[in-house]
């Protein structure tokens, strides 16, 4: 197609140019067959550090099957709304078993964590509320906090005591609610919930949890962090989602039955978007029943997460405060992480860079995730090629 001499988008062609200049032009790098440790990427095997398919359940043969069967006998697409006629035997199932396994009274299932928590923030505060938001929340709740027309206060990352302080000079307000991250996505700390927790009860404020790199890897029975450290009963709104290690797609929120009756009638990502397809429904359904059912898959990978941060602190790379399964290497500027990520792929071994607007600009990162699936061969070799990367 040819366009008209006058190109009212020509401005993207510089902006992207100023972009690259700064290594901060980002490209899609398309891989071939499924999503998994192993990934053939321009006809070359790689290693894959940079998946957040935590249990290695994305390419697992049942889900493949749930969701074979569930394309035969309910159809590939919800067709329409939730509140219309998208809601189907599908959804509710997922929604039973979802709420079952979080042992909440409800659930609720968007089509994706980022509709959940853009939805579930701005329905639960509006004009004339505050949001209290750890400085590293992710996008998709600093979008919601936007969304909600509630005054935003960032308190700084996992500053309990700063926070405190905002709370108690913030008073004059209809409603407050907090929201965090439990395992942060790019730093892979963990969030203090205890103490949050009893700040939201001193402070009578709402508080709403993301469990998005938590669901399925940490806890007991694989709940998150919350059931971890014991503050479920404490935190009245918990999202997670179904894309990372439920090797699904699609996300949710779960907590009492009158939080699920609001967001059904107030959360707008779920109001006006197509339920979830069924056959993604039944292969997160699929995947919980293996959460419930092999615990050893949860287990091991926490054991190699802290034996190889270990490794990498005995080789000098600041971890920043991981104490998860997410471990970044801070490289610096965007430069040097590209030119690490760089050396690593040229030895088979995909470790992402993270630059701006993902990471502050000095504080670009290459971001580890390690899988259930990942064998010690191939941590292995990662770190060894870390050895030699390592200043
Ligand atoms: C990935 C992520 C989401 C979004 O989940 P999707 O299902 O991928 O849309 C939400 N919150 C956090 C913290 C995430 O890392």
Known sequence: MKYSPHDPIAWMTSELAALAEQDLHRQLRTHEGPQQVRLQQAGRELINFGSNDYLGLAADPRLAEAMTRAAREEGCGAGASPLLTGHG?????????????????????????????????????????????????????????????????????????????????????????????????????????VELAALAERFDCMLLVDEAHATGVVGPRGRGLCEALEVEHRVPIRVGTLSKALGSSGGFVCGSQSLVDWLVNRARSYVFSTGLAPPVCAAAEAALEIVAREPHRREQLARAAAALRATLHEQGWQTLGSASHIIPLLAGEPERALSLSAALLEQGLLVPAIRPPSVPQSQSLLRISLSHAHTSEMVGQLTAALARLAT
């Open 89 to 193: 035997t599908a959804h509710r199932r997922l929604e039973q078993r979802l709420a079952e396994f979080e042992g909440t009274e409800a659930a609720l299932v968007f089509s994706s964590g980022f509709a959940a928590n853009t939805g579930a923030i701005a329905a639960l505060a509006g004009e004339g509320d505050a949001i209290y938001s750890d400085q590293k929340n992710h996008a998709s709740m600093i979008d919601g906090c936007r969304l909600s027309r509630a005054a935003v206060h960032i308190y700084p990352h996992l500053d309990v005591a700063a926070l405190a302080e905002m709370l108690t000079a913030g008073a004059g307000y209809r409603r407050r609610l907090i929201i965090t991250e439990s395992i942060f996505s790019m730093d892979g700390d963990l969030a203090p919930l």
